[in-house]
Every structure is written in C-alpha cells, then in structure tokens.
C-alpha cells in the first residue's frame, strides 16, 4: 500500500511525500466499559491507514482517497464538516490543530488503506490518528502522543459526528509490537502487557452483519448505566461510576436496583473484573484462563448487556464448540460485526471450514476471516 500512494502521488502531484501509518485496534476484552470510566484491553494491529503528504505553495489542501478514488480540495482559511464526507478527517484534524494555536500550512495528501470495512477494526481512528502523525511530522508541530489521541477523539466528535470513546485513538497511537494496552479510561493512562499467544492465534470472523438497532440500544444502556449510578449512590456515596464498584457488591446492587438495571450494572462490573483477570492470566501465559474469559464477556455481552445478536452467538457458540478453540467473544459495540478467536494454529483450516459452513447453511452469509497480529502504533515510516 505505502508503494501504491507514493508512486500515485507522484502522478497527481508531482512530488515525493512522506508517509505516515496508523493501525486498527482489536479489544481483547472489556466492551461497552469505557462510558463509565472502566477499563479496556486493547492492541493495534498490522492493519491501517497510510498517509502520504507534502507541503505545497497553494493556499489550498488537495486531498486524495485511493479507497474512494476521489479528490477533495478545500481553502486553508475555511474549514468546515462536509455531511457524511471522507475529508471530514483531514478538516477536523487541522481545526484542531488550528485551536491549539498551531499556525496552518498547505500540503497534498493521499490516503489509503488496509483496514477490512465494517470489520470493527475502527478505521475512523486510525484514519484521524494516521492524518495527525503525517501533518504533525510533516510541518514538526511537536504534538505530543496525549494530545493527538485527544484531537482525533474531538475530531470525530465534532466533524464527523460520531461520540466514540478514547480507547480507538489512543490504542491506535500508542500501540507496541506484541502487546496490549491495559487502559485506564479515568485517568487515560495504560500499562503494557506482553501477550505471548504460544501456538495460539487471533482470528476475527466478521459476520457481516449490522443491524440497524445498534445506535438506539447503546444509547438506552448508556442511560441504564447512568441511571444505576444515580439510584446507588444513595447506598454507595462514593461512587463516581459502576467501575468504582466490586464483583463483591453485587447481591447489594441487586437489591437495589430495578430488575431491567441490574443486568446491566452487572455486566459492567464484572466486565471491568474480567480485564484484570485477563491481563493477568496472559502476564502468566495462562491461555486456557484467557481463553475462559472471553467466553463469559461474550455471555455477558450477550445474556446482560443485551447487545449481541443472533449471528454474533452462533459464530461464538460453533467456535466454543471446538476442541482447538479456547475461547470466542463478540467483540466492539453489538449487532453485529466480529468475533475475537483464540484458535490453535493446527486448527485454523478446520476452524474457518467449519465456521463458514455453519454459518452459511444457517444465515446464508459467507463470513470474513481476518488474523491478527499486535504491531506498533503510529509512526512515520522510512522511505
């Protein structure tokens, strides 16, 4: 890819940029924790987005999507969202350097990438953080990593419309080759965690699904959840929010509160237990404790929270059926998109055999395999 946009560069542009590369992100478990300050389990991934930029002497940003195979020019002095538009990202990550008292230059940029589409690998992210890494790098802004996980995080907030949470961009830019990022979402702050799989591999299956109930049902288990800290601070004064209570707590939580709350206070609680469980069974290469875990985050997910569906559960439960296999979760915001896998490498041909098998006699959809590795965070690649 980083050969195809610079070699297109230079024919559009007549150029030679440099290039910058964010990655994807898999969360290894701790969904839907992170609106209550709890805690997540996230690595990047070898694939990406690739950024190819350089300065020019217009007063004016011409921008190119290899993807779309599409041109976006737009004036330096008048940034604006375009509804629903890719170059959103380029504009609502120069407006944030522009509020940061950053001086604006022009430039020419290519984008391109590696990301599956609708795979949950979050592209969005690694689109804003890969567009940060490249402006900053080109014109040496000396934005530090904190800032631009924040800028892509309020960039997609405001220009792209999309309230997503911080654990996306900030696993995109801090990632490490072969670990995962224990992440505090109270205090942005992570602790590295060597994930030495063995003979085992992470495989996504996509279900290629997405149902259109997802936005609705997030919004109202967010409401759940800030619903059931209003009603137990009256019984746990000190809380902030459900991370600040124990799996200990809760045969008090549920007589407190109302039986369509409890289900999903409990999966938040022990969902955050669950990361510190996990991130410690790999600190101890304890494959089938990890592998455990997954399986009741997707119970959980599927049982409590009410955010699976019925694709997702039964590419979950054919993977948990199999001997190979230690453990299988829905993974990112529900209704569809991926399971996360934890899958002999011996087995691998017999799991996606059997995957998609099942799978298509039973939906009539063929699923997507992806593998994935855990690989650095953003940075300017050598040309």
Not at 280 to 298: M, P, R, T, V, W
Not at 336 to 342: A, I, V
């Amino acid at each position: 890819m980083k050969e195809k946009l610079v070699q297109l560069f230079y024919q559009l542009f007549q150029n030679q940029p440099i290039v910058a590369f964010a990655p994807g992100r898999i969360n290894l478990i701790g969904e839907h924790t992170d609106y209550q300050e709890g805690f997540v389990f996230p690595a990047a991934v070898a694939q990406g987005i690739y950024v190819a930029i350089a300065k020019n002497d217009l007063n004016h940003c011409r921008l190119y999507s290899f993807d779309f195979e599409e041109e976006f020019t737009f004036p330096l002095d008048s940034i604006f969202p375009k509804k629903g538009h890719w170059a959103n990202y380029v504009m609502g990550m120069l407006s944030q350097f522009k509020q940061a008292g950053i001086s604006l230059q022009s430039f020419d940029m290519v984008i391109g990438g590696t990301i599956p589409v609708g795979a949950g690998l979050s592209s969005s992210a690694a689109l804003s953080i890969g567009i940060g890494t490249a402006i900053s790098s080109l014109f040496n802004y000396q934005v530090s990593k904190n800032s631009l996980v924040r800028y892509a995080q309020k960039s997609e907030h405001l220009f792209a419309g999309v309230n997503c949470g911080i654990m996306d961009p900030y696993a995109s830019t801090f990632g490490a080759k072969g670990k995962a990022l224990l992440l505090d979402c109270r205090s942005n702050s992570h602790e590295e965690i060597q994930v030495d799989l063995g003979n085992y591999s992470l495989i996504l299956v996509n279900s290629k699904v997405k149902h259109s109930l997802a936005d609705t049902a997030y919004n109202k288990r967010r409401e759940a959840c800030e619903d059931s800290v209003r009603l137990l601070q009256a019984h746990f004064p000190n809380i902030k929010t459900l991370r600040d209570l124990n799996t200990t707590d809760l045969g008090m939580i549920e007589t407190i509160l109302p039986a369509q709350f409890f289900p999903k206070a409990k999966h938040i609680i022990t969902e955050n237990h669950r990361v510190h469980l996990a991130a410690k069974a790999l600190q101890e290469q304890d494959l089938i404790e990890f592998g455990q875990l997954l399986n009741q985050s997707h119970q959980s997910l599927s049982e409590d929270y009410e955010v699976s569906c019925a694709e997702l559960d039964e590419l979950a439960a054919t993977a948990q059926s199999m001997d190979f296999v230690l453990g299988s979760r829905m993974m990112g915001g529900g209704f569809g998109g991926c399971t996360l896998n934890l899958v002999h490498r011996e087995g691998l041909e017999e799991f996606k055999k059997v995957i998609q098998e099942n799978y298509e006699s039973t939906f009539f959809i063929i699923p997507e395999f992806i593998e994935v590795t855990l690989s650095e965070g953003a940075s300017l690649l050598n040309s």
